[in-house]
């Protein structure tokens, strides 16, 4: 679950308690969503959130979240997301698209939410912790994939040390 800050901030972007939206559910369906990341699109789905930041890291650049799963590359063969799930050999739903950078916000089926596009980054193992840690933008745990070898199942801390990844605990602030 989000925190109450955020639940707050998601009010002001739209949302509300028990919101269930249906709009993306042939989409989902089409592309074979597991029924737990089916929920939360049906609950979020669809709102356009502005980041939630401290007033001393404000910039120029406004980052936005669309949790709209068309807004994103998709899902198609070609696809950001299928050509990451082939590397990392598991299966990534995309749920959003995270602006200005254009990367694919994804998840795969335990949860795990992801920022896709070039490189890929595991920003949580969580997908109420993850989506909130990019609406915050608080990366600082984020895990990398290994390059230029993407698909050795190898992954790195921000600091660049190797990291087990069924095991790594994701901390924010």
């Not at 737990?36 to 980052?63: A, M």
């Not at 696809?79 to 795969?108: H, M």
């Amino acid at each position: 679950m989000f925190t109450e800050e955020l639940q707050n901030h998601l009010k002001e972007m739209g949302w509300e308690k028990g919101r269930k939206k249906e709009q993306f559910d042939a989409f989902m369906e089409q592309h074979n969503y597991p029924e737990s990341i089916r929920e939360f699109i049906r609950e979020y789905g669809g709102l356009l959130i502005t980041e939630l930041i401290d007033e001393k890291y404000k910039q120029n650049v406004i980052n936005k979240i669309s949790l709209n799963p068309l807004d994103s590359d998709g899902m198609n063969a070609d696809s950001v997301a299928k050509d990451w799930a082939s590397d990392l050999d598991r299966e990534l739903y995309v749920i959003g698209l995270y602006s200005p950078e254009n990367f694919d916000i994804a998840v795969d089926e335990n949860g795990a939410v992801y920022f896709l596009g070039e490189y890929c980054y595991c920003i949580s193992s969580n997908i109420y912790q993850g989506v909130e840690a990019i609406i915050r933008i608080d990366f600082g745990s984020q895990l990398s994939t290994d390059q230029p070898d993407t698909t050795n199942g190898k992954w790195f801390d921000i600091k660049g040390k190797e990291v087990d990844f069924a095991s790594y605990v994701f901390k924010y602030k």
